[in-house]
């Protein structure tokens, strides 16, 4: 077959073969009677017994340690969170427009407490600095989801969390 005649005949044999029923195809070539593939050696055993990376740790003494406290108020604030701005958004598309400032307010104190949340399992010394901007955005939470808590138990369940960890804020502030 002449190089030419292959470049422009392959495209042909390519589709060919594309539309062909799988019935159709060539079977897959024989194995070999009697040829079998050898199993891979095991690994050499290391010379010397690697040193233990965490020997001498003892329990990780001088590490920093997360801040649980910090952790779980955070957690429950993005748990009920969630919940009060999918109820938000139910309300929304029913056409209840005076949820629009508690959803927005619970949206962002989600994406802050995120980032807190993440600082505090560190610890990091940013921790407090995001705490300042956690606090602002908890407490306008709070007051949005207040105007609708005796209507709306998610909102209620939002307040109340956001209440704790405004707590929880003002001690890492100092």
């Known amino acids: 077959m002449q190089r030419r005649e292959f470049v422009l005949g392959s495209p042909a044999v390519l589709a060919t073969a594309c539309n062909s029923a799988p019935d159709e195809l060539p079977p897959p070539p024989a194995k070999t009677p009697g040829k079998t593939t050898a199993p891979l050696p095991a690994p050499a055993a290391p010379s010397t017994p690697a040193a233990d990376p965490h020997a001498g740790h003892a329990g990780h003494a001088g590490h920093p340690a997360s ?8 957690l429950e604030c993005l748990k009920t969170g969630e919940v009060c701005v999918q109820h938000c958004f139910v309300l929304l598309g029913q056409g ?9 307010s619970a949206y962002d104190m989600l994406a802050v407490t995120r980032a807190l949340l993440a600082l505090a399992a560190g610890p990091s010394e940013q921790l407090a600095a995001q705490a300042r901007v956690a606090l602002a ?13 005796a ?17 929880r804020y003002r001690t890492l502030i100092g």
């Open 137 to 149: 955005v908890g407490e306008r939470c709070e007051a949005e989801c207040r105007k609708h808590e």
């Open 67 to 74: 801040d649980d406290g910090t952790l779980a108020v955070a």
């Open 151 to 167: 209507k709306h138990p998610a909102c209620k369940a939002c307040a109340e969390s956001c209440k704790a960890a405004i707590t």
């Open 96 to 104: 209840d427009t005076s949820m629009a400032a508690c959803a927005r």
